[in-house]
């Protein structure tokens, strides 16, 4: 299996609550990331691990949390869901390298906060 | 860190006439290069990835060049069809190792019959 899997596909959170992603791959990637995107922008990237080793974005470091379990599963956090993050939260894994050249993307979770 | 620039960020073609999206980036220590297709509601599809050292690249009727000099890739999807009507990303690896990647800010590709 070469797909990474996201669930759930759509979300919808309140201000002020909590959020849960989660993503799994099975193709033993030593690296997992999590990214966003904003209608007519880039995918930003937030953070990523590698192997157990957390990387997190400057700008988005006190905004999103992240664990990673086991090599399979990587799950990305909001403590407390703002308006502005609303987006489609991509998760893509990939193993140091190859040269980007087994980098897989999952389908995304749309989380609209309301 | 690295800047990335996209351009179109729309381009309306007819079908079988070729598509040419261009990408220009800041750091000439980039090691890795790639080009993403976003389908409406799914995730980025990686359609070619090319390291530093390779000038051009073919596959499945997709040219990728590279311009390491002037810091500037481009895809050139030729006799492009409906079915590549998508929104392109380029990306250009960062980090050690190129461990993540950054991403232009995409091409929306219409494909008309």
């Known amino acids: 299996d070469t797909t990474v899997k996201q669930n759930p596909r759509y979300k919808l959170a309140r201000v002020g609550k909590p959020v849960n992603l989660i993503c799994s791959q099975t193709?033993?990637?030593?690296?997992m990331y999590w990214y966003q995107k904003k209608p007519n922008q880039a995918p930003k990237l937030l953070l990523f691990?590698?192997?157990?080793?957390?990387?997190r974005e400057a700008d988005t470091f006190e905004k999103f949390q992240s664990s990673r379990p086991n090599n399979s599963f990587c799950s990305l956090y909001i403590g407390s869901a703002g308006l502005e993050y609303s987006a489609m939260y991509l998760c893509?894994?990939?193993?140091?390298?190859?040269?980007?050249?087994?980098?897989?993307f999952g389908s995304g979770t749309r989380l609209l906060v309301i | 860190g690295e800047q990335v620039e996209q351009r179109p960020p729309h381009l309306s073609v007819r079908e079988g006439d070729s598509a040419i999206i261009i990408c220009t980036y800041t750091?000439?220590?980039?090691?890795?290069f790639s080009w993403y297709k976003q389908e409406a509601g799914a995730g980025l599809q990686l359609l070619m990835s090319?390291?530093?050292?390779?000038d051009r690249k073919e596959e499945q009727g997709l040219t990728v060049l590279l311009n390491n000099k002037e810091k500037r890739l481009s895809l050139n999807l030729t006799a492009a069809h409906p079915g590549d009507s998508a929104v392109y990303f380029c990306?250009?690896?960062?980090?050690?190792?190129?461990?993540?990647?950054?991403f232009g800010t995409g091409t929306k590709l219409q494909v008309v019959p």
């Open positions: 893509a894994s990939s193993s140091k390298g190859q040269g980007n050249s087994d980098y897989t």
């Open positions: 193709m033993n990637h030593d690296t």
């Open positions: 990306a250009v690896s960062e980090g050690d190792s190129g461990t993540y990647q950054r």
């Open positions: 750091d000439s220590a980039t090691a890795y």
């Open positions: 090319v390291l530093s050292n390779v």
């Open positions: 691990y590698y192997d157990k080793i957390l990387n």
